[in-house]
DNA sequence: TAAATAGTGTCTTTGAGACACTATTTC
DNA sequence: GAAATAGTGTCTCAAAGACACTATTTA
C-alpha cells in the first residue's frame, strides 16, 4: 500500500518548496489571430535585447504564481490586454475567443534558463494598431505569409521577419488549429464585427484556409448548418468594392459545432 | 523602440533566477487508455497520504527541470514506465500513441502549492496489470464507467472511485479527445496488436464512444478509407465469440488522416 | 443443429461541388 | 453602360446508413 504513494508523496514534498527543487519557470505566450484587408494577421512583438534581439516574440509573460496568483487563462487575456492597449473589461477583447494551444517545454527553448511556455490561441475581430507608449510601442499586427513559415513549423531562408525561440513553431501550430477549427466550429464569426455578411464570413474562410471558395456554395453551406448564423433582418449599407447588391446582415448562431462540417477543399496532401 | 522590450526582458530578468521569483512547480500527469474485455480501462494510481489519502489519481510527477532536463514528452513515457513496469525502450510502449493533452494550472488545484501540470494522452495496446513492488504497487487499469464522470467533467455523488486534485476534468477531456481522434484519424489502430481484425477494430471504436455501430457498414467504410488498414494475407485462429467464419487479419496503414472521416452517430445533442 | 458472426450487395437519402442564371449595385 | 457581386436553381456524384442475404464457424 506505501511503495506508489510513498513515491508520490515524497515527490510533491519536495517540490512543496519549489527553491529546494529544479527550477523552472511557466510563462504564458498568446498566438492572437485577426483579418486585415482580407489578410490573416498575428500578434507580434519586436525583441530589444539578446537573446534574440531585433527578432520578433509572441506577446507573453511570466505567469503569476502565488502573489495575486492567476489562472492561465486570465494570464493570457491579461498578456493580450497589454500588449493591445485594449482593456481587457468591457471592450472588444469581451468577443474574442481565446483557447489553449498547446505547451512547449523543451530543454534549452530559452538560452537562458528552463522555461515551460503555454501557448493560447486567440482569434479577435479587427482591432486598432497596438498602441505606441505604455507596454505595446513595439507591438504589430504582422500578415502571417510574411513569415515564410513552412510545413515543418520553421521559417523559409530569406524571411526578414524571424521570430525568436519556437514561436515560429508555436505560430505555425496556431494558424493550423485554426484552421481546423473553422471547419468544425462557428468560429469563423469571432473574426468578425457583431453583424456581419456572409461574403465577410467568406473573407475569412478564405483568408485563414488561403483558398478561394465558391461563393455560391459557400453561402448555402453556411445558411444549411443549424444555429451557424441567424438573420438580424438588416441589409449592409453597400454592394461588394466593385459591384453588386447589398448583402444582408446575420449575427453569430447558437450553434457550438458545425453539422455537418464545413470541410476545406483539397486536403489530399496532408492524409499521409 | 525600448519600451516593450525592456518590459519584456524585465520580466525574464526576473525569471532568471525562479528563487527570486514565483514559484511554480512543474508537473506532467498522463491519461493512459486501454482496451480490456471489451471496455475502455484508464490507469490510475492509489493515493496513499493526504491530501486526497485513498483516492485516485493520474500517474504523473515532476518534470525534471535542470539536473538531467528532459522535454515534456520524455517525462510522460517515463512516468507511463515507472507505473506500468513496462520497460520504456523496445518494449509495446514502443508503439503506444502518446500526445498532449492540455495543461491546468488554476490556482488551488493543489491545495499545497501552485502546480502547473502538463496532462498527456496516451493510446495502449492491452498491458500488463502494473507490477506488485517497485514504483506501482498501487497501480490498476480501471474501467472509465466505473469513475461516473459527467458531462461537466467531475464524479457522479455515491462514486467510490474518486480521483484526486482536478484528475476527473482532465480524464474527462480525455476521453473527450480520445472520442473525436477515432473520427478523424486513424489511431483506433493504436489500441490494438499489430494485426488485427476489422471487428476488433469495431469494438474499440464501440468502447471508446460507448455505442454499438452496424457491422456490415463499418467493415466497408474502414475498408473504403485510403491507408486506414492494409491487409496481411491472413486470417484470425478462430471465428467471433459464439460463432462467425475467421476473419481477415490487417494492420495499420500509412494514412494520418482519415478522410472522409469515420464521424459518429447521433451528436446531436452536442451541438448547442 | 441452432445461433451468431464475417463479409457483400443494394437501395435510399443527404450533402458537396460544378455550373448556370437573375437581380442589384459600383465605378 | 460594363463589370462585379449576392443569392438561388439545378444537376451530378460521393458517401452514409438501412436492410437483406450468404457463407462460415462456435457451442
Redo the contacts between chains.
Sequence with gaps: ?????????R??L??????A???????VDVVALTIRDGALHVLL?????PPF?GMW?LPG???????D????PEAAVRELAE?TGVSAEGGPLERVHLE?L??Y???GR?P?????S?AYLAFAPELPDPEA???????AWTPVDALGLTEAGDQRPGTTRRLAFDHARIVSDGLERARSKLEYTPLATAFCAPEFTIPELRAVYEAVWGEELHAGNFHRKVLSV??FVESTGGTADRGGRRGGPRPKLYRAG????L?PALLRPS??E???
Tied chains: 1, 2.
Design positions: 500500500m506505501a511503495g506508489p504513494d510513498e513515491q508520490d508523496e515527490a510533491f519536495e517540490g512543496y518548496d519549489p527553491r527543487y529544479d527550477p523552472v519557470a511557466v510563462t512583438v519586436r525583441r530589444g535585447e534581439a516574440a509573460g511570466f505567469v503569476r504564481g502565488v502573489r496568483a492567476e489562472d492561465l500588449e489553449q498547446g505547451t517545454g523543451a530543454p530559452d537562458r534558463m528552463r522555461v515551460v503555454v507608449g505604455g507596454d505595446a510601442a513595439d507591438a443549424p444555429g447558437d450553434a457550438r459545432l453539422h486536403r489530399e496532408e492524409i499521409r
